[in-house]
């Protein structure tokens, strides 16, 4: 971690948020349930800048806030989300990833995906930055910062959570009281 002002609560999340990391790698799908609260979520951000340390450190700092393109909701479709994961990247995984608080104390990883498609063995290189929420000893949101149009152009068929995601970020650009701007 990358501030020396971490509270014990930020502690606890880290552990929290790393095990998610090492269990989406070890494609453990128990281990991630382990770390998910009931009501968690998991929000896909278009954001350029996840690609440039300016664009990472404007990201943590808030004034970079990308364009939510899927809308993950509830334990069970952020599993089948993960689980489809599992299938469609051989291997799975992050490297110089880096683990930061921002200056109000919340999580993020910083990452970039050393992963292949299972189908094609096509590279794929995308680099994210993911905010963990955490409550209880639970993860209740993950916002996750990227080049949304890189994951797009793969090609991959989405699975019924993932176009359920898709079509609930839809409604958050058109509603007057959702934000399709805040990762909240």
């Known amino acids: 971690m990358n501030d020396q002002r971490a509270t014990p609560a930020t502690r606890t999340g880290l552990a929290i948020a790393q095990e998610f990391i090492r269990a989406v790698e070890a494609k453990d799908i128990e281990a991630v349930a382990r770390t998910l609260a009931g009501d ?17 450190a404007d ?12 809308d993950v909701k509830g334990k069970s479709e952020v599993l089948a989300y993960t689980s489809a994961l599992f299938d469609k990247f051989a291997p799975l995984r992050w490297r110089d ?6 200056p109000g104390g919340e999580l993020f990883f ?4 050393d992963m292949a498609v299972a189908r094609t063995g096509r ?12 409550d209880n000893g639970r993860i209740v949101l ?3 910062y990227g080049n949304a149009l890189m994951y797009a152009g793969l ?23 959702l934000s399709a701007r805040s990762g909240r």
């Open 40 to 56: 968690a979520r998991q929000l896909f951000m278009h954001a350029q800048g996840a690609t440039a340390p300016d664009g990472v």
């Open 59 to 70: 990201i943590i700092a808030g004034r970079t806030r990308g364009v939510c393109v899927a």
């Open 97 to 102: 990833h880096a683990w930061r608080v921002s």
């Open 110 to 113: 910083h990452g970039v995906g």
């Open 123 to 134: 590279p794929y290189r995308n680099t994210y930055v993911t905010r963990f929420d955490i």
């Open 142 to 144: 993950m916002a996750e």
């Open 155 to 177: 090609g991959v068929r989405p699975n019924g959570a993932e176009f359920r995601a898709l079509l609930r970020a839809v409604g958050r650009m058109l509603s007057p009281r």
